[in-house]
């Protein structure tokens, strides 16, 4: 079965850095075939897509209000996609959660609707 495990969220200060990871099981995924993406809920706002990248890493997509401060990558030989968090302001304050498409395709996509297995979300707090 398909297991997906994210972590590296923190209380941290405004103006800090964090850095997420995502780790997904081998057994049901070719990996570097697997579009990948990280989204996050904050309270009393709907979920929205982050970031996302495609199975190879060579396509990337940002929210607007990341750019340039955050970084998304993979490591296919460890079943991994990080998210490097940089310049973290309190509106970045939410549950991220790790999302692993089931088509496989070249791209990848910011819409939530699409992923078919999520991991479990962890918390990123930034107090000013």
């Known amino acids: 079965q398909v297991q997906v495990v994210e972590s590296g969220g923190d209380h941290v200060q405004a103006g800090g850095s964090l850095r997420l990871s995502c780790t997904v099981s081998?057994?049901?995924?070719?990996?570097?075939?697997?579009?990948m993406g990280w989204f996050r809920r904050a309270p009393g706002k709907e979920r929205e897509g982050v970031s996302c990248?495609?199975?190879?890493?060579?396509?990337?997509h940002y929210v607007e209000s990341v750019k340039g401060r955050f970084t998304v990558s993979r490591d296919n030989a460890k079943n991994t996609m990080f998210l490097q968090m940089n310049d973290l302001k309190p509106e970045d304050t939410a549950m991220y959660y790790c999302?692993?498409?089931?088509?496989?395709?070249?791209?990848?996509?910011?819409?939530?609707?699409?992923?078919?297995?999520w991991g479990q979300g962890t918390q990123v707090t930034v107090s000013s």
């Open positions: 999302g692993a498409d089931r088509a496989e395709y070249a791209d990848c996509s910011l819409s939530a609707a699409i992923y078919e297995y």
């Open positions: 081998a057994s049901g995924l070719i990996f570097d075939r697997t579009p």
């Open positions: 990248i495609s199975g190879a890493g060579s396509r990337t």
